[in-house]
């Protein structure tokens, strides 16, 4: 059991420092750390290092600003509670771009406080949670003086480029990084701001399909009727791979797929989610997809095959009677736990090839991709966390799947071999990416005491204690 004493005297120090805690959390967000524009590179390595002295100062050991060959990384540990887990944390100091820059009702590197909201670019993607992970550190250290578990903390700063040299890093630094779990803490709270665990990721299999007829566009006339068309070809081979019922036709496509359970698919249903109003913000005619499915189903549960782009022949106004030499689509899915995107892309091929109408060549290309990921809600970590967010916010966790892609999660499991809990803090439509980008001082006051319990909670868990 986490010491009560202990985590009254924690409490207080919160209470104490909000102040000084909120300037320096301002401090932070006003360094422009975007890390996709090479002129603010200077400014991604001062948010470094900010982090890194504020790390420090905390009382964390072996900190430093690693060098990537990119922007770096900022590594930090402490390792003092012998026979306890170890966790490794995830977040990312560097920020998107603030463009369209007349949108922000304040300039985006002028942090303001406004009706419990801090308003400014990286307030809650991702610089507020790293800020909440810090904050954490500094109390617990400062008022007990230990960990109830072992930490190492990797905060990046190239997450919002694509992370081009993370795996890299990880991989050289295999062995200073070995623990029991990772958290990574780059979510959000469901709609009503309803505390969330995520519970998985959705993969990425991208590919190209190129048919080719001939070296150059032919005359319809003299040709049509006589040759194989590579854009009608395109045509049916995208009509063959994806039926009119949402399911995808590849030969196996759905053989790794982990099926949901009914607990899950009842979990699922009860999350406050409005089809109708989601349908609206979106501003599609009707929600289509997977029968059998929900649409809360459909997009983070379950493969989806979709061309992104499609293109070939005469695009320009008027007609132009020919039969183009070749056509191209960009073809993706998106992949569920444990489907594989290798597998998938040589099924693809396999299953084009086959269908492949005669008199044209057509090949597929690997664009690349990414595995998903899935962590069970009852891993001790995903137990921890939920008992920790109950206990800060008064609300068991609802359990969220994304549709999209958290690489880095992939990046833990594939290069470090860790279960990977996603315990994110963003209140939902914080404007991440956008202008106006906000987080809730509720939400991030909240998550610093969640950290400090999920630490207390994994250490109590495994019989080590808090102190
Ligand atoms: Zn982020």
Not at 232 to 256: E, H
Not at 435 to 462: C, H, K, Q, S
Request: proline content about 7%; charged content about 20%; overall charge negative.
């Amino acid at each position: 059991m986490p010491d009560t004493t202990a985590t009254t005297t924690l409490e207080q120090h919160l209470d104490e420092t909000h102040e000084a805690r909120l300037g320096s959390y301002k401090d932070f967000l006003r360094v422009p750390s975007i890390s996709t524009l090479p002129q603010h590179a200077p400014d991604v390595r001062r948010a470094a290092e900010w982090l890194a002295e504020t790390l420090t100062g905390a009382g964390l050991e072996h900190v430093e600003v690693a060098e990537t060959g990119g922007h770096p990384v900022v590594y930090a540990d402490w390792l003092h509670a012998e026979g306890a887990p170890t966790v490794l944390i995830y977040g990312h100091y560097d920020v998107q771009p603030v463009d369209p820059l007349d949108l922000w009702t304040s300039p985006p590197f002028e942090p303001v406080v406004e009706d419990g909201r801090m308003l400014a670019r990286g307030a809650a993607d991702d610089k507020g949670q790293v800020h909440a992970h810090a904050m954490a550190a500094q109390a617990i250290l400062a008022t007990r003086g230990a960990y109830p578990i072992n930490v190492k903390y990797v905060f990046e700063g190239e997450e919002e480029s694509s992370s081009v040299h993370l795996d890299e890093w990880l991989a050289a630094n295999k062995d200073r990084l070995t623990a029991d779990a990772a958290i990574i803490s780059d979510t959000g709270f469901f709609e009503g701001n309803l505390p969330a665990i995520t519970v998985s990721l959705r993969g990425m299999m991208y590919s190209q399909i190129d048919v080719v007829l001939s070296p150059v566009d032919l005359h319809s006339g003299g040709f049509g009727g006589a040759v194989q068309n590579p854009a009608n070809a395109l045509a049916q081979i995208i009509a063959a791979v994806k039926g009119p019922d949402g399911r995808i036709r590849i030969p196996g496509f759905y053989d790794a797929v982990v099926p949901l359970t009914e607990e899950e698919r009842a979990a699922l249903a009860a999350l406050p989610f409005d089809e109708e109003a989601y349908r609206v913000a979106t501003g599609v005619s009707a929600l289509i997809g997977e029968v059998g499915y929900t649409p809360l189903e459909r997009r983070a549960t379950r493969p989806t095959l979709d061309v992104n782009g499609i293109w070939g022949g005469f695009q320009e106004e008027g007609a132009k009677t020919i039969i183009p030499a070749h056509a191209h689509a960009k073809v993706s899915c998106r992949l569920v736990a444990a489907q594989d995107p290798d597998d998938i892309f040589q099924k693809l091929c396999a299953f084009v090839a086959e269908i492949a109408p005669p008199g044209v060549d057509v090949t597929v290309q690997d664009l690349g991709g990414g595995r998903p990921t899935l962590t069970p809600v009852d891993h001790p970590v995903t137990r921890a966390a939920a008992r920790a967010l109950e206990a800060t916010f008064g609300q068991a966790p609802v359990y969220i799947r994304e549709g999209g892609s958290i690489p880095v999660a992939a990046s833990f499991e594939s290069i470090l071999g860790l279960p990977v809990v996603l315990l994110g803090f963003s209140p939902p439509h914080d404007n991440a990416h956008a202008p106006d980008e906000w987080m809730a001082l509720d939400n991030y006051e909240g998550a610093i005491r969640a950290i400090v319990r999920t630490f207390d909670e994994i250490g109590a868990a495994d019989g080590a204690g808090a102190d």
